[in-house]
């Protein structure tokens, strides 16, 4: 008994009904599932950071908003906001998308997460896209004026330079969308891999 021991020391044993190869599609299998559950928790933070940037464009409507329901609040009026740009609005429909996005992590749905990315490329990075062409003069003057003079060209709100105020959120808002982009991708890969998988069997 002592001599069996020792002779199977080092030996893999193979189960009766298999010859062993299966061992690498499940070990593949398993990939895409840690795949697939890492990248929906990446997602589920970048939705989060989305909607921390909607309640800040939704704060910047809100004068806008106002107006249009004719209802005035003289703290908010006093805050003298620029009237908003097409841009802004178009950019808020991406919130709404952010639900599609969720539903797709939730039912491993290829079909959702592929309308989830093109609503994110349309409605959220190219309004953000835009915008950052839209006031790169005004930021680029900014930054390289030499004299004072050279600043009477851009715009201001609250004794800060405008466009300067919307690249701190564009530059947040673009790396938030290509993050989202990046990681929905990742998922469909893992999704599609898995289905193949299932078809191959």
């Known amino acids: 008994m002592k001599f069996e021991k020792m002779a199977t020391i080092g030996r893999t044993i193979t189960p009766a009904g298999t010859d062993g190869s299966d061992f690498e ?8 599932y840690q795949a697939s559950a890492l990248n929906k ?25 106002l107006d249009r329901l ?34 797709a992590i939730k039912k491993n749905r290829v079909s959702l ?15 953000i896209c835009y915008a950052g062409v839209y006031y790169f003069f005004d930021v680029w003057t900014y930054l390289k004026h030499e004299v ?15 466009g300067m105020l919307w690249y701190a959120f564009l530059i ?3 790396q938030i969308h290509l993050f989202t982009l990046h990681f929905s991708q990742k998922l469909l890969d893992a999704w599609l891999a898995r289905i193949l998988g299932r078809k191959q069997e």
């Open 113 to 127: 997460m592929r309308y989830y990315r093109l609503g994110v490329l349309l409605f959220a990075l190219v309004p």
């Open 70 to 103: 004719d209802i005035f609040i003289l703290e908010i009026e006093e805050l003298d906001i620029p009237k908003p740009l097409w841009w802004e609005y178009i950019w808020c429909i991406s919130f709404p998308l952010s639900f599609l996005g969720l539903e």
């Open 41 to 65: 928790s990446r997602l589920k933070y970048c939705i989060f950071f989305h909607y921390l940037l909607f309640f800040v464009m939704l704060a910047k409507l809100s004068a806008d908003i």
């Open 172 to 174: 947040v808002a673009l």
């Open 148 to 162: 004072e003079e050279d600043l009477e060209n851009i715009e201001w709100w609250q004794g800060y330079p405008y």
């Open 25 to 32: 599609h499940r070990q593949r299998v398993a990939t895409h």
